[in-house]
């Protein structure tokens, strides 16, 4: 197991945004987190990452207490996020955008940096390599001189998941990943994410295309903060309680 | 990428011709008041660039004079009270300063936009109160009689051949403190410049982009911010602690919230996008602010005409306008050029392109026609 929270609760004053959501994560797989429009997902997600402190329950990672952990705490432990309005370094390039996010990893010491040492140059050196293949990975070679903020809306979202991977997570959260996306932007995230997977990356995806469930091994579905069902992407679409509150009652 | 980009060949020429201007002076200004104005000009300068040094995280400092009063005060006292010397009392000033700008920056650090300006305007306030109150900074009148740099300096330089030597290159007391007040100037420039010019200044900039992808990505926002307050504040220590033991008097209104005003006015007509540009800005009108006082001291020699002391008398009356003056130019700066002053030839150059370019187009365009 990798990710498991136990009974976690978020109120906002006198509203439950998250009521007693006990999740588990197992290693290796791709769990769809979906649910309505204010069901809760966005929080879940800033729960497990430290932005947002539960009112009560745990988050364990790997095993490790990480409820309460500061969001770059979170980061440096191998969790890797994107964000559903998609913030960037607009100012940056693509290139730079991803470069800045190898943050972590090669760590260079704030000494060996300021004096521009062996170690650094070295380490420098692999973050533009890294750089290139994520970006080659993602589709954005083509672009990587772009700066960030000039971006079409699709590629925007790459950048995104790009600037996640770098930081080499263990656990990937995607935030609505293919949110105003054209078909085939979808067809190919979709697969750059299959790919991550068999990489050895653990994926957690909220998300409001459907398309997304054929990726999944297991779906969660979550309405007003409360766990409504679980289980593999074929038993959703057939049960009667996720049709009703999420489909609104037609069938998929 | 921009920490490794090389810098461009404008700013590297614009920063050789400052510093043999600088070396060179004394040998053509040779009266005290030119040299007193250029170290003006170097405590705004360090003043300007370090505080630009804390801005580029995104939160701009309204307390940076008083932190460089800190370190002129701490260096001060240490040196009259305690009879420490000069190469001691400097950097336990610089290290005072830094020292309170961690304290007071540390829960500082989460605070964003107008709530980190309201805090540290009303920290400098408060610093520059504590100063006025205490007996041993000598209050509201000031610190006087500290130990003076350039006897300090000459003592360095005991025995007849060092003073013969002096003697020859024409170096008195004034020339030697002069000097060693731009050799601090050149030291804070080198170590702020490769601080921004590292990936640290990058992950700062990151960091004012956006705070929220910052801490997704491992960056520890506090560290980092703390980071440019300490080597900002450090700076601005250094070179008050230096201004005290030039002037050898030190008052508490020279460190008032102001004088803060003032350098980031420097920093946004001279243009904060890069590290050129405060130390342009502040050259220039720290000059400007130096000029009534400059005619005054010359119209104060013999044989001065008439018409000159008049003209003195003149910009002297009209100096109280200078604030206003400085308005304008920012106005002028805002809407003309976006980018500061420094940003002039790289508009000049993409103007003249466009033109070419324009050019071009009719010359086809007018092919064309003709092939019509």
Not at chain 1, 63 to 86: E, Y
Not at chain 1, 197 to 211: F, R
Not at chain 2, 56 to 84: C, P, R
Not at chain 2, 197 to 224: C, D, K, M
Request: charged share 15%.
């Amino acid at each position: 197991m990798l990710l498991e929270t136990k009974n976690l609760t978020k109120r906002f004053g006198g509203l439950t945004v998250m009521n007693n959501i006990n999740l588990t994560l197992n290693k290796g797989e791709i769990l769809g987190l979906i649910g309505p429009n204010g069901a809760g997902k966005s929080t879940f997600f800033n729960l497990v990452t430290g932005v947002l402190s539960p009112t009560s329950g745990k988050i364990y990672y790997d095993g490790k207490d990480i409820t309460r952990l500061k969001p770059h705490r979170v980061a440096a432990l191998g969790i890797g996020r994107t964000f559903q309005l998609n913030p960037l370094f607009g100012e940056f390039t693509v290139f730079e955008n991803v470069v800045a996010a190898h943050h972590l990893h090669p760590h260079s010491s704030v000494i060996d940096v300021y004096f521009n040492t062996k170690k650094y140059r070295e380490n420098e050196k692999k973050v533009v390599e890294s750089t290139e293949h994520i970006l080659e990975l993602l589709g954005l070679s083509h672009v990587k001189d772009e700066l960030a903020k000039n971006l079409p809306h699709g590629y925007q979202k790459l950048l995104g998941v790009a600037r996640a991977v770098a930081t080499q997570p263990r656990l990937l959260l995607l935030d609505e990943p293919l949110g105003g996306m054209n078909p085939e932007e979808i067809i190919f995230s979709i697969e750059v994410i299959s790919k991550l997977q068999d990489s050895g990356m653990t994926v957690l995806i909220v998300e409001h295309n459907m398309q997304i469930l054929d990726l999944c091994d297991r779906v969660f579905v979550i309405s007003f903060g409360e766990k409504i069902f679980e289980g593999t992407p074929a038993e959703v679409r057939n049960d009667e309680t996720v049709i009703e509150t999420y489909f609104g009652g037609v069938a998929v | 990428m921009k920490n490794t980009k090389k810098i461009s060949r404008t700013s590297a020429a614009v920063y050789i011709i400052l510093t043999l201007f600088f070396l060179l002076a004394p040998i053509f200004f040779k009266s005290r008041t030119w040299l007193n104005s250029f170290v003006m000009i170097f405590v705004s300068v360090v003043g300007t660039t370090s505080l630009r040094t804390i801005a580029l995280s995104g939160n701009m400092s309204f307390a940076h004079s008083a932190f460089i009063g800190v370190g002129a005060y701490t260096a001060g006292i240490l040196g009259k009270e305690l009879g420490l010397s000069i190469f001691l009392s400097i950097p336990l000033g610089a290290l005072a300063a830094m020292l309170l700008g961690l304290i007071t920056g540390w829960p500082f650090a989460r605070l964003r936009s107008i709530y980190f300006c309201m805090g540290s305007m009303f920290m400098g306030v408060a610093i520059i109160q504590f100063i006025s109150a205490m007996k041993i900074t000598g209050g509201a009148i000031g610190l006087q009689k500290i130990p003076s740099m350039s006897k300090a300096l000459t003592g360095l330089f005991k025995g007849e051949v060092a003073s013969a030597f002096l003697d020859k290159l024409g170096l008195g007391g004034v020339q030697l403190s002069y000097y060693f007040f731009l050799l601090i100037t050149l030291l804070c420039m080198v170590i702020l410049y490769r601080f921004e010019h590292s990936r640290i200044g990058w992950t700062l900039r990151a960091l004012s982009q956006s705070p929220e992808v910052a801490a997704s990505i491992g960056i520890n926002e506090r560290f980092y911010r703390q980071m440019s307050v300490g080597i900002g504040t450090f700076c601005a220590g250094i070179i008050g602690a230096t201004y005290a033991h030039y002037s050898t008097t030190l008052s508490p209104n020279g460190y008032s919230m102001g004088n803060t005003l003032w350098l980031i006015m420097y920093m946004m007509i001279g243009g904060q996008g890069n590290f050129i540009g405060p130390i342009i800005g502040a050259i220039l009108l720290e000059l400007i602010n130096q000029i009534p006082s400059l005619l005054t001291a010359m119209s104060g020699r013999p044989g001065v005409s008439v018409e000159f002391i008049a003209f003195s008398r003149f910009v002297g009356r009209y100096s109280a306008y200078t604030p206003f003056l400085t308005a304008v130019a920012l106005l002028i700066v805002a809407y003309i050029f976006p980018g500061g002053l420094v940003s002039i030839p790289s508009l000049i150059r993409e103007s003249s392109k466009r033109r070419k370019e324009r050019k071009a187009v009719v010359l086809a365009e007018g092919g064309e026609d003709d092939a019509a």
